[in-house]
């Protein structure tokens, strides 16, 4: 059974920075995409940033310039830099892979960053 493990959120003032984590394990045999999604109170979940196995990045505007997405196919993992952290940027974020060829979606259990003034 794959299993989904995040880290890395928390609390920080605007402006600084925080690198979210998540490792998968179990069995594992073609990760095609693995991405970033983030949900606010009273908002849908939307699309971060998400990366290809061939390393091909796509980024939301909103967060296009401050935030990276990166990948450790050794280890299974995926990551998210974010950079000049607004208010805005609040929110529960989820890690999410596409695998196998019919892209089958699992989740992470999201982990809360809170940017505060």
């Known amino acids: 059974q794959l299993q989904l493990v995040e880290s890395g959120g928390g609390l920080v003032q605007a402006g600084g920075s925080l690198r979210l984590s998540c490792a998968a394990s179990?069995?594992?045999?073609?990760?095609?995409?693995m991405g970033w999604y983030r949900q606010a109170p009273g908002k849908q979940r939307e699309l971060v940033a998400s990366?290809?196995?061939?390393?091909?990045?796509s980024y939301d505007d909103s967060v296009k310039g401050r935030f990276t997405i990166s990948r450790d196919n050794a280890k299974n993992a995926v990551y998210l830099q974010m950079n000049s952290l607004k208010l805005e940027d609040t929110a529960v974020y989820y890690c999410?892979?596409?695998?196998?060829?019919?892209?089958?979606?699992?989740w992470g259990q999201g982990t809360q960053v809170t940017v505060s003034s």
């Open positions: 990366i290809t196995r061939g390393g091909i990045t």
């Open positions: 999410n892979l596409k695998i196998g060829s019919a892209y089958r979606n699992y």
């Open positions: 179990g069995s594992i045999f073609s990760i095609n995409v």
